[in-house]
């Protein structure tokens, strides 16, 4: 690898709003329990993992770290500051793309019942560093498409 | 791949009209003639058929010629490479939100299943 690395750091901030047919206890479980997580959280099977675990309290830390089949390392660790039951989740978190620091971001889930459903607001600021995105982007572009073909298969909402 | 972001081109170029967009949404409902596809706008027959010519060189819609009746039809997957290419913008956490989605929708489903 090149020593000389083009040093870049780009804020951002955004936010993503769901609605999810399901009640909010449904989400939060979804969001909060270990083995519920494990089935929409990771990156599925072109995603081969190493070192995963998941401390839902605040302090607590998520670890996600692996490599991407036929591409670079990744590595996710995440510690939570803030939880309100079935509110709200803060937790800050850190990407290494083949072991080197991609961002540092904070993360802002909120929970409202509306009807019989949740909305979710999703909401980061974050920094990126050198451009890294750029690696690591590809590799979650083919997961979305195959995450669109798998819900298509399946006769799902989408 | 140039090939493949060639035919992107002139797919999204194709559909880069609004007058266009409605032929493939009133063909989506199943064939029909020219003067069928005409029929809602206010222009003449060759306008409408050069439209129809942008959309059958994309390979949007396929056309076959019966007597004196030219019948044109949405081609099979024709618009996937299109939607599969705005299927792979979006923010990992966009897509990390649709998997919990489906995940959620999948639970729901075993839930009220008898």
Known sequence: ?158 | MPKYQGSLDQLFRALGDRSRRAMVERLAQGPASVSELARPFDFSLPTVVQHLGVLEAAGIVASNKVGRVRTYQLATDALTPASEWIGRQRLPAEQRLDRLGSYLQSTNDKETKP
């Not at chain 1, 449904?26 to 072109?46: I, M």
């Not at chain 1, 309100?84 to 800050?92: A, G, K, N, P």
């Open chain 1, 1 to 158: 690898m090149s020593n000389t690395i083009e040093r870049s750091q780009t804020h951002a901030t955004f936010v993503i709003e769901r609605a999810y047919d399901a009640p909010v206890d449904a989400v939060w479980h979804a969001l909060s329990d270990n083995d519920a997580r494990d089935h929409w959280f990771g990156g599925g099977p072109e995603f081969e993992i190493d070192e995963r675990s998941h401390d839902f309290r605040v302090d607590g830390h998520g670890i996600e770290s692996g490599r991407w089949r036929n591409g670079p390392k990744s590595r996710f660790v995440s510690t939570y500051t803030d939880i309100v039951d079935r509110e709200r989740m803060v937790f800050t978190y850190d990407m290494w793309v083949d072991d080197r620091h991609m961002s540092t971001s904070l993360t802002t889930i909120a929970l409202e019942a509306v009807g019989d459903g949740t909305l979710l607001t999703y909401t980061e600021q974050g920094v990126h560093l050198d451009g890294l995105d750029t690696v690591e982007g590809r590799e979650e572009g083919t997961r979305g498409l195959l995450d669109a073909l798998g819900t298509y298969v399946t006769g799902g909402n989408r």
